[in-house]
Structures are given as structure tokens and as C-alpha cells.
């Protein structure tokens, strides 16, 4: 059973267009996250939810807009899509906010925009 | 400001010996630090942590020590092994999120 899932793997898409990428975890975790991993390999985080509630936003422009309908997801959509965004973008998972607990990766979604 | 660095991008060392990976931070009240790994096409996986009133901390064949003065922290893998080719990234978790440094790969030689 996989623990944290995100569809779809890969994404190939036009600049402009609107695109959404979605997020699962089975952990009963409370708290998940979005991060963006560019060509330099840094990983950043964008967004932090704690039971459903938006707890970090990292400067990240407006065009993203995570929406957790659940404790157990944070789908990330995206906006008039442009070439920058294209990256691998990583959902995460973790039980509270207690500094001490590590964070459960998803397989990352490869974005491409052309 | 990167926070985190990780001043070596790659580091190759033949299996058996020892490989260790490091990490410097900006920030003297960051308490709480971790290594990831990470293989192609995975997302990053947690590997061990150690707390700010550590110095050492062992589990199994990885061991991460922490200069809290010099604000740098190591991984040490010994013996290394093929199989522990991969990403690490070392990451500090404060004010409810992670930060990471840019990931040193490891190749492990047979």
C-alpha cells in the first residue's frame, strides 16, 4: 500500500493552460505539504496544511492554489501555466507539527511546460 | 540566503569504505536536523535525525554527528554499500516546516 500517492507522475503541458496535480496519504497523518524541486535539485517547500488548514505559504505566486478537501489530501492547482514551473513537485505527509517528525514523500510529479 | 548548504554535489567512494556527506547552517537556534535519501524517480525518504542537545546519533550503519558551534552537521555510512547510491539531502525542521540544503549524490563504487 502506498503510503503517500500522487497523480499523475508525469505532466506535459502548453504554457497558459490550467493544470492540477493530486495528492493522497493513508498515513492518517494531519499535516501535508507541497514541494518544488527545480533543475538545480533544490527542494523547496510552497505550502504546509495542518487539518485542513493553510499553515505555510512560501511566497509562491498566486497562480498556485492547494486545496485539502480532507485531512488525508492537498491537491496543488496551477494557473496560466508558464515555463518556469516546470519542475518535480513533491507532496508530503506528517503527523503534527512537532519538529521531531520526519515527513513521508510521494514519487513526485514531473511537470513540464512548453 | 540558502540556509542549508550542502557544499559537495557529488562524492564517490568504493564500497567499504567510509562515505561521509555534510552540511552547514545559517541559523544558531535551528534545533532539530535530518537526512534524507533519495533514488531516481522516488520521492525523498527519512533516514535519521538528531536533536540540538545530541552530538552523535547511530543507527545501524549511519551515524550523524552535530558541531553545534561550527553549525555543521555530518552523515557518516560505514561501510558504504552500492545500494546506498543515492541523493542525501540534510533538511532542519523549525516554525513547522522543513528546510533543505541541494542534495549531495553518492555514488558507492563495487
Known amino acids: 500500500d502506498t503510503a503517500v500517492s500522487q497523480t499523475p507522475k508525469y505532466l506535459v503541458t502548453q504554457m497558459g493552460n490550467d493544470k492540477s496535480i493530486k495528492c493522497e496519504q493513508n498515513?492518517?497523518?494531519?499535516?501535508m505539504y507541497w514541494y518544488k524541486q527545480d533543475s538545480k535539485k533544490f527542494l523547496k517547500i510552497m505550502f504546509s496544511?495542518?487539518?485542513?488548514?493553510?499553515?505555510i505559504n512560501e511566497t509562491v505566486p498566486n497562480r498556485f492554489s492547494p486545496k485539502s478537501p480532507d485531512k488525508a489530501h492537498l491537491n496543488l492547482h496551477i494557473n496560466s501555466l508558464e515555463l518556469g514551473d516546470s519542475a518535480v513537485y513533491f507532496c508530503?505527509?506528517?503527523?503534527?507539527?512537532?519538529?521531531?517528525?520526519?515527513?513521508?514523500f510521494g514519487p513526485g510529479t514531473r511537470l513540464t511546460v512548453l | 540566503d540558502q540556509q542549508v548548504k550542502q557544499n559537495s554535489p557529488s562524492l564517490s567512494v568504493q564500497e567499504g569504505r567510509i562515505s561521509i556527506l555534510n552540511c552547514d547552517y545559517t541559523?544558531?537556534?535551528?534545533?532539530?536536523f535530518l537526512w534524507y535519501k533519495k533514488y531516481p524517480a522516488e520521492g525523498p525518504t527519512f533516514l535519521i535525525s538528531?536533536?540540538?542537545?545530541?552530538d552523535k546519533n547511530e543507527d545501524g550503519r549511519f551515524t550523524v554527528f552535530l558541531n553545534k558551534s561550527a553549525k555543521h552537521l555530518s552523515l557518516h555510512i560505514v561501510p558504504s554499500q552500492p545500494g546506498d547510491s543515492a541523493v542525501y539531502f540534510c533538511?532542519?525542521?523549525?516554525?513547522?516546516?522543513?528546510?533543505f540544503g541541494d542534495g549531495t549524490t553518492l555514488t558507492v563504487k563495487p
Open positions: 508530503a505527509s506528517s503527523q503534527g507539527r512537532d519538529p521531531t517528525n520526519e515527513q513521508f
Open positions: 498515513l492518517g497523518h494531519d499535516t
Open positions: 496544511y495542518n487539518n485542513k488548514e493553510l499553515i
Open positions: 541559523n544558531s537556534m535551528f534545533d532539530y
Open positions: 538528531i536533536s540540538s542537545i545530541k
Open positions: 533538511a532542519v525542521n523549525s516554525a513547522g516546516k522543513s528546510t
